[in-house]
């Protein structure tokens, strides 16, 4: 293991991803169990008179993206570079970040985001018709659009699956598998990336990017090419957007 606690660069970088977990994944559990009053003071963001909105809009979303390069990009890049001492070339190789058959892993992201898609009907069907709830109660959509116009959140959704999957599938995947084996890092890194999302309060956020990320994982082993849940993410998350959208024009 590279890591020597002896080195202060090493406790910094150790510092820096425990920031990470912190925002990414503590705080969102801690989240989960007051979430009722984080969306009623979400909801009180409509009260903002319109001729701010659209500047709040900008900045939060700007924030929510820059939080995540930080946080899930450049922190684990510094873990590499001071910890690991690769090279730059070295550290996307790591990462399976390659453009060797970009084209393979396009077709195979575009087939993954179909499968996790048809996942997604399969189990929202049997969730709504076990516990008699609705597709609107699982979502957690109408949170996002209390902050976000369409536009706005069409780039949060296409933007941030990027960092999400640097780090889930890329960091946290490579070092649970070289420290476990393959198995156990599809595994954890999956229910990590559940529990990410668990600021929304709701239970099915929760699981889907549970098995979301069990599929993921999956194909970066298989194609070795992180491009693959990249494309599958932002496809998924674009494609689910705009079903929902045209859903609701259709009901209105």
Same mark, same amino acid.
């Given at each position: 293991?590279?890591? %020597?606690?002896?080195?202060?660069?090493?406790i910094?970088?150790?510092?820096?991803?425990?920031?990470?977990f912190l925002?990414?994944i503590i705080?969102?559990?801690?989240?989960?169990?007051?979430?009722?009053?984080?969306v009623?003071?979400? %909801?009180?963001?409509?009260?903002?008179?319109?001729?701010?909105?659209? =500047?709040?809009?900008?900045?939060?979303?700007?924030?929510?993206?820059?939080?995540?390069?930080? /946080?899930l990009?450049?922190?684990?890049?510094?873990? #590499?570079?001071?910890?690991?001492?690769?090279?730059?070339?070295k550290?996307?190789?790591?990462?399976?970040?390659?453009?060797?058959k970009?084209?393979?892993?396009?077709?195979w992201?575009?087939i993954? +985001?179909?499968?996790i898609?048809?996942?997604?009907?399969?189990?929202?069907? =049997?969730?709504?018709?076990?516990?008699?709830?609705?597709s609107?109660?699982?979502?957690?959509?109408?949170?996002?659009?209390?902050?976000?116009?369409?536009v706005?959140?069409?780039?949060?959704?296409?933007?941030?699956p990027?960092?999400?999957?640097?780090?889930?599938r890329?960091?946290?995947?490579?070092?649970?598998?070289? /420290?476990a084996?393959?198995?156990?890092?599809?595994i954890?890194?999956?229910?990590?990336?559940?529990?990410?999302? +668990?600021?929304?309060?709701?239970?099915?956020?929760?699981?889907?990017?549970?098995?979301?990320?069990?599929? /993921?994982? #999956?194909?970066?082993?298989?194609?070795?090419?992180?491009?693959?849940a990249?494309?599958?993410?932002?496809?998924?998350n674009?494609?689910?957007?705009?079903?929902?959208f045209l859903?609701?024009?259709?009901?209105?």
């Amino acid at each position: 293991m590279d890591f %020597d606690i002896k080195k202060p660069v090493h406790i910094f970088s150790l510092l820096l991803i425990e920031i990470t977990f912190l925002f990414v994944i503590i705080l969102p559990i801690i989240t989960f169990f007051f979430a009722s009053g984080t969306v009623e003071s979400i %909801d009180q963001y409509s009260d903002i008179p319109s001729s701010y909105r659209l =500047i709040f809009e900008i900045f939060v979303l700007f924030f929510s993206l820059a939080f995540a390069v930080v /946080l899930l990009i450049f922190f684990p890049l510094i873990w #590499y570079f001071l910890v690991n001492n690769y090279n730059f070339k070295k550290t996307l190789s790591r990462l399976r970040l390659t453009f060797d058959k970009i084209y393979m892993a396009l077709f195979w992201g575009i087939i993954t +985001a179909i499968v996790i898609f048809g996942i997604t009907i399969v189990i929202g069907n =049997i969730v709504i018709s076990i516990f008699e709830t609705n597709s609107q109660e699982m979502s957690n959509v109408p949170d996002l659009e209390a902050l976000f116009s369409p536009v706005s959140l069409f780039l949060l959704v296409a933007i941030q699956p990027i960092a999400e999957e640097f780090f889930f599938r890329g960091f946290l995947l490579d070092k649970f598998e070289s /420290l476990a084996g393959q198995n156990i890092a599809i595994i954890s890194t999956a229910v990590l990336f559940g529990l990410a999302h +668990a600021s929304y309060g709701k239970l099915y956020p929760i699981v889907l990017p549970i098995i979301m990320g069990i599929v /993921l994982a #999956y194909v970066v082993i298989k194609t070795k090419n992180l491009y693959t849940a990249i494309i599958a993410h932002v496809c998924f998350n674009v494609g689910v957007l705009i079903l929902t959208f045209l859903a609701r024009s259709f009901v209105t």
